[in-house]
């Protein structure tokens, strides 16, 4: 009797260090896995990375001296001195010429007419002027394309730098 528990004990530990035959398999994916992470690791992450903390040195170069696009209100109203005073008087003095016209530095060096966008369709009014709901009606005035003058541009009617002065 003494034989046959000491047998069962002896079997019962051994079944406690059993290794299933898919454990070591997996341990070696695994293990392949991390291998190729850390080689890929290597070679993709840029040589300047960490040096002042979890950036990329060389992003200070890069960003050093960025290609400029716009010019800014000021360089605007300096030619367009007219449009300066209607936008003082209007709801869209608070806007700058580039937020409609795009980047102006372009324009400002040539002064040629085809260097600044000028938008004229309902679409383009449309993107803060539609109606939406989330909008709060005291900030933005909002009408509803599909009711309001359909198959009119919106400067038929309206001096986009003094949109409440209807044109005649």
């Known amino acids: 009797m003494f034989l046959i528990s000491i047998y069962v004990i002896f079997i019962h530990i051994l079944m406690k260090f059993y290794i299933p035959p898919q454990i070591p398999r997996l341990a070696f994916a695994f293990g392949i896995f991390i291998t190729l992470f850390l080689v890929l690791r290597h070679f993709l992450i840029p040589d300047t990375f960490g040096k002042y903390g979890h950036y990329r040195a060389a992003s200070l170069i890069d960003n050093a001296k960025p290609e400029l696009h716009y010019a800014g ?23 700058h010429c580039e937020t409609c016209h795009g980047p102006g530095l372009k324009h400002v060096v040539s002064g040629k007419k085809e260097d600044i966008f000028k938008p004229s369709g309902r679409e383009f009014c449309g993107k803060c002027h539609s109606f939406n709901a989330a909008k709060m009606k005291s900030a933005v005035f909002q009408i509803d394309l599909a009711k309001h003058n359909i198959g009119k541009n919106c400067i038929e009617c309206h001096n986009p730098h003094q949109p409440w002065q209807m044109k005649k």
Do not use: G, R, Y
Not at 77 to 89: A, G, L, P, V, W
């Open 73 to 95: 209100q000021l360089a605007c109203f300096t030619c367009h001195q007219d449009i300066e005073e209607k936008k003082s008087q209007d709801v869209h003095s608070e806007i």
